[in-house]
Nanobody
Framework: QVPLVESGGGLVQAGGSLRLSCAASGRAFSSYVMGWFRQAPGKEREFVVSINWSGTSTYYADSVKGRFTLSRGNAKNTVYLQMNSLKPEDTAVYYC???????????????WGQGTQVTVSS
């Protein structure tokens, strides 16, 4: 059973918006840091954003600051990534992650979803 399930990817024109969701199964995830990474073809997986368990603290990659907003649902086991002003360079597979450090930097110890494709056309 995959503990993290993403939804909401798709194709959008540059300047448009998409909203990604990630639902975690199991109450333990309500106390985890959750967030998103992305991986474009031929590139390494990169950090996008993370949020602490209470939803009061977030960290954003410089490339998405001011355009992306991550929030956490009341049940704390679901996160929502609102992506506005999308650019072609945002095109990637987006992976939901859950872990114990604030920026989810311990990649091997994170839990991962299966990924959802986001494609931004110019």
């Amino acid at each position: 059973q995959v503990p993290l399930v993403e939804s909401g990817g798709g194709l959008v024109q540059a300047g448009g918006s998409l909203r990604l969701s990630c639902a975690a199964s199991g109450r333990a995830f309500s106390s985890y840091v959750m967030g998103w990474f992305r991986q474009a073809p031929g590139k390494e997986r990169e950090f996008v954003v993370s949020i602490n368990w209470s939803g009061t603290s977030t960290y954003y990659a410089d490339s998405v600051k001011g355009r992306f907003t991550l929030s956490r649902g009341n049940a704390k086991n679901t996160v929502y990534l609102q992506m506005n002003s999308l650019k072609p360079e945002d095109t990637a597979v987006y992976y939901c992650a859950a872990g114990l450090d604030s920026r989810l930097s311990n990649l091997q110890q994170n839990y991962w979803g299966q990924g959802t494709q986001v494609t931004v056309s110019s």
